[in-house]
């Protein structure tokens, strides 16, 4: 059986920095954008634009697969001038926040910008991620219910 650790994506990889920027609210991208690159020059590979997504599902996991229903995504592509391609997209109409995500997951491929993403963007992010987790497991737990038999002594 393999090593959970070893099973678990790079949190630094492409697809890990995307799924981040994808949950991320328009503040945690905009604010750090201001602040850092406020004038970044980028050309827009493929302009900002809303679709459609199916979303599929399984009953019980392991059944057959069935088309669940439809899903607004927004996705954007920028380049920056130095060469680094960003992608952006999060479920939702918001073209400002697709854009910003891609700016963000190319800045994050640059080696003198990575470290500032990962602690301005990133990091943030992560932390409120894992609060929300964490509020949502106590809540869960306090309605918790132990069910426990009581055997009767017959004697």
């Known amino acids: ?3 959970a650790e070893a099973a678990r994506p790079n949190p630094h990889s492409r697809a890990a920095v995307m799924d981040l920027l994808a949950r991320a609210t328009r503040d945690e991208l905009a604010a750090p954008l201001k602040a850092h690159w406020p004038d970044l020059p980028f050309t827009a590979i493929r302009a900002p634009e809303i679709g459609l997504v199916m979303l599929r599902g399984r009953m019980g ?3 057959a697969p069935f088309n669940l229903g439809e899903a607004t995504v927004t996705r954007a592509v920028i380049e ?4 680094e391609r960003g992608y952006g997209q999060f479920l939702g109409r918001d073209p400002a926040h697709a854009e910003k995500a891609a700016i963000l997951e190319a800045l994050a491929q640059r080696a003198g910008d990575r470290e500032t993403v990962e602690r301005t963007v990133l990091a943030p992010i992560r932390q409120r991620l894992a609060e929300e ?3 949502k497991r106590a809540a869960t737990a306090a309605t918790r ?4 038999t009581l055997v009767r002594a017959e004697g």
């Open 133 to 135: 987790a964490r509020q």
């Open 145 to 148: 219910v132990d069910f426990f």
């Open 1 to 3: 059986m393999p090593d």
């Open 61 to 63: 996991g392991d059944g």
């Open 80 to 83: 920056l001038a130095t060469g």
